[in-house]
């Protein structure tokens, strides 16, 4: 699915250099759900901004779907975000002046399909998330959790290869994450790549693997005791 070869990313100003990333190097696989750890400024938003394609390394190779990206262009970046990658995040970045099923719908106007196919697959989207009834709500009409399953559904509605999620249940109470973290993992158990940045242990411990960053580099990676028990299963 994506690979990495150390990686590098810098920012300048006039006064400093800051490293955020420094020679990473890793791979994820077709079907993981890995979780991304580390304190603040340890590397893990720039690396997502680097998967998501939303910005380019200094250095380094940068593999995603068998293809060398570290260089593309703005416009050939997009094209691949749009048709592989959706995203979920923190404070939902829902519009509230659209409704749930509008916001749902919005990144399917992009890829001009045909009415009927977007309206099958907002229904379905907005079903297997739960939310069908609250179609004609605004956001601010929603519980956070409610939202956070709107942002879901838009995330995935465009059936991406991989799903980011910067610190999903960060703005949710605890009963309410623990039900995102649940709609991930089935997402996940049904074909999805989910890639997660998270400062959650308990959020962490839903995927298979664990990447753990400080200052800029890869300290451990482990796999996740639900992930080993998952595979005694299979192996008894």
Known sequence: MLKTVQLQKKYTTDEVETTALNGLSF???????????????CGKSTLLNIIGLLDNPNGGEFWFLDQEVSRCTERQRA??????IGFVFQSFNLIDELTVQ??????LLYQKLPSSEVKARVEQVMEQM???HRRNHFPQQLSGGQQQRVAIARAVVGKPALLLADEPTGNLDSAHG???MELLSALNEAGT???MVTHSPSDADYAHRIIRLLDGQIVTESITQRQSEKVLVNEL
Request: proline share 6%.
């Open 178 to 180: 623990r039900e995102v």
């Open 193 to 195: 790549t989910v890639v």
């Open 27 to 41: 791979e994820i696989k077709a079907g993981e759900f890995v979780a991304i750890m580390g304190p603040s400024g």
């Open 102 to 107: 509008e916001n749902i719908e919005l990144p």
């Open 130 to 132: 739960q939310i069908a």
């Open 79 to 84: 094209d691949l975000r749009k048709k592989h």
